[in-house]
């Protein structure tokens, strides 16, 4: 297991893409929103929490389809799967891996992005705890919509829209706190809530995701 | 004989022949009394005034739009469990049904929302999670047409159907606490037994939702009985290729 | 312990494509599986590796017994060739790498990235995975394609050691290896007809 995580590591940092496209796209986007919506500072305030989170969740779908495609094509899943790690094994350690090579750089660039979205300071603490705590779902979440279209050959735009609306609870939670840290108050109960969902997610989705992958490489 | 005879194709053609006949008649009939009644027959709103006449759209489809889904779930648990292949035709031809259902619902509560609450759409809860479910059955469906191999499109959608189930009713628990909503109360609250509307709308609302459920059932019979002339065809063809 | 398949039937996609089939194979023998393109060779060795379950019939061993190698070479361009080792040595338990670097020449290539490599030695390092399994049936499909005749002469002399360790090999080949103790199976008798196939919708009653 902790082999596999190193070597889906090790492709991420060797592969390129892995690690910055995702982060790329991130600032892309919070670029290209004062653009959109005008350089007004109580404008983009109101609007960061929410900016941050769908930009979060959009990079991370970016690299969801390269979680088990590229080890489908060159026939290393079948292999995976013959060998003696269990299937749910390996979906959790494929999920870990797209969320330290996602993630967790989403969640670190957060707060600098924050500032170029006029993120009221306040609300960053909260922001970056959610997007913590949360995008372990996203990447969870993801690897079972990687299982699911791993056979096929434009599973990108499919995944997308099996995924989106399973991302819906953990964003509404996640730019609740957000707003509500902006706002001042104490946005505790969103974050748990979403903690909940997380800690569901990590624990049960593995075995739908192994269930799915198991039924492709029939 | 047990319920599981019908689960077999040829068993489930002939009945269905007999059956679908009769339950289009009675559909047609029941939605056809409901719709009239309602629209004719029942006198407006001291508030609401005519605009109310739109329930006996709204209420029925939305209604039908949830209760294909869980017919979806069902369908699907007995696809995974037992392996039977109508069951689950049946999950996929329900879908498109569905999506229809959920479409005029978010339809008819925008033409009636319009004059009522002086906006065609708001972020409530209800309306939130119709749209919610809206993307799920758009997404199951998608599965369903991109995986070619047809047992493993009906595992992945079973699957995808389970999993979608869960997040569908955390999405709606989720979004009550995002945002409290315009819309009114259940209708027709079946839990507590009691009604909310007078008899003189519940009647023919009553009916009008009998006829959704059977034109719901005719439909995804209809659907279903293509669904198995085109696997049969299928399957005649990959026959016919492998003796050439 | 022998190895033997009784009545499988084993299916790709939703069509049945081998039916009936039964082998025996004992320790140190090797079956080698004929059969024109598409009459089920990989079917049937996915169906023994466990990736596919058999739609009928059973098998006296459990598909973790035998180590599969496919079509494809499962490689990574961007791993060295000691890396890719050490990574399967880890993911199958087993404790060095060097058995599998003598019995397919390794040597000279350990640090170079798979994606300097030819056709021939990366087919070489993926063969060399199935050492590393530790496990006794080696289930192997097309094993020699892109391999020169030295490394075909190579790979045989690996499956025979195999063999005289006790090993069993069931190999889907066009070529012949030159092994001794190996039993032929045309597999193209067993393909599934209109008679073993029961597909659901093609019941008589339907028509």
């Known amino acids: ?58 990079a991370c779908l970016l690299s969801l389809d390269r979680i088990f495609q590229l080890d489908a094509e060159d026939g290393t899943l079948d292999l995976l799967a013959t060998s003696p790690l269990p299937l749910e094994g390996i979906t959790s350690v494929k999920a870990l891996a797209h969320w330290l090579t996602t993630g967790l750089p989403l969640t670190l660039a957060a707060a600098p992005l924050g500032l170029l979205l006029n993120l009221p300071p306040q609300a960053t603490p909260w922001l970056v705890a959610g997007l913590a705590l949360g995008t372990p779902a996203l990447s969870v979440i993801g690897t079972f919509g990687a299982a699911l279209t791993v ?9 997308s829209l099996l995924v989106l609306p399973l991302y819906m609870p953990t964003l509404l939670f996640g730019a609740e706190a957000a707003r509500r840290g902006a706002e001042g108050l104490n946005a505790t109960t969103p974050l748990l809530l979403m903690a909940g969902i997380t800690a569901g997610t990590i624990a049960l989705m593995p075995f739908a995701s192994a269930a799915a992958l198991r039924m492709n490489l029939r | 004989m047990s319920i599981w005879k019908y689960a077999n194709p040829a068993q489930f053609m002939r009945t269905t022949r007999w059956l679908l006949p009769w339950l289009t008649a009675l559909a047609v009939l029941s939605v056809g009394t409901g719709l009239i009644w309602g629209f004719f027959f029942t006198p407006d709103d001291f508030r609401q005034g005519s605009t109310v006449k739109i329930i006996y759209l709204h209420v029925p489809s939305a209604l039908m739009a949830i209760n294909a889904w869980l017919m979806m779930l069902v369908t699907s648990l007995v696809w995974l469990i037992r392996r039977h292949h109508v069951s689950a035709l049946l999950a996929r031809a329900a879908a498109p049904v569905g999506l229809v259902m959920t479409l005029i619902a978010l339809i008819t509560g925008g033409i009636w929302g319009e004059p009522m609450w002086g906006t065609y759409w708001a972020w409530d809860p209800r309306l939130t999670s119709f749209l919610i479910l809206f993307l799920f059955y758009l997404g199951y469906i998608a599965l369903w047409q991109a995986v070619e191999t047809q047992d493993t499109a009906a595992d992945l959608t079973s699957v995808l159907c389970l999993v979608g189930s869960v997040f569908a009713l955390l999405s709606r628990y989720a979004v009550n606490f995002w945002n409290q909503g315009l819309h009114q109360g259940t209708s027709v609250p079946v839990a507590t037994g009691g009604r909310t509307v007078a008899d003189v709308f519940f009647y023919p609302l009553a009916i009008s939702m009998l006829g959704f459920g059977l034109m719901f059932i005719v439909l995804v019979l209809l659907r279903t009985r293509t669904e198995i002339r085109a696997r049969r065809l299928q399957a005649l063809l990959a026959r016919e290729r492998a003796a050439s | 312990m022998d190895y033997t398949a009784d009545h499988l039937a084993c299916a790709r996609g939703d069509r049945m494509v081998i039916a009936e089939l039964s082998f025996h194979l004992a320790p140190g023998r090797a079956l080698i599986l004929r059969g024109p393109n598409g009459s089920g060779k990989t079917t049937l060795l996915r169906c023994l590796a466990g990736l596919t379950p058999p739609m009928a019939g059973r098998t006296s061993f459990a598909p973790e017994e035998v180590a599969y190698a496919a079509h494809a070479d499962g490689l990574k361009a961007q791993m060295s060739v000691e890396e890719t080792l050490h990574f399967w040595a880890q993911v199958f338990g087993a404790s060095q790498i060097a058995p599998a670097i003598t019995g397919f020449d390794l040597g000279p290539l ?45 790979f045989a002399a690996a499956v025979t050691a195999h063999l005289a360790g006790g090993g069993a090999a069931i190999i889907a080949t066009h070529i012949d290896l030159g092994l001794t103790g190996a039993d032929q199976l045309d597999i193209a008798p067993f393909r599934a007809s209109a008679q073993t196939d029961t597909d659901p919708f093609l019941d008589e009653a339907l028509q």
């Open chain 1, 1 to 58: 297991m902790i082999a596999l995580l190193r070597r889906d590591l090790i492709l991420a940092i060797r592969a390129g893409g892995g690690f910055g496209l995702g982060l790329a796209f991130f600032l892309i986007l919070c670029v290209l929103v004062p653009f959109g919506v005008g350089p007004a500072p109580a404008t983009l305030a109101k609007i960061a929490p929410g900016i941050l989170w769908v930009g979060a969740l959009l």
């Open chain 1, 151 to 159: 056979g096929l050959k434009r599973g990108g735009l499919l995944i």
């Open chain 3, 110 to 154: 350990m640090s170079r990235r798979v994606h300097t490599l030819s056709a021939g030695q990366k087919r070489r390092l993926s063969l060399s995975r199935l050492v590393l399994t530790g496990r006794r049936l080696w289930a192997l499909d097309e094993p020699t394609v892109s391999l020169d005749s030295r490394a075909v002469a190579q």
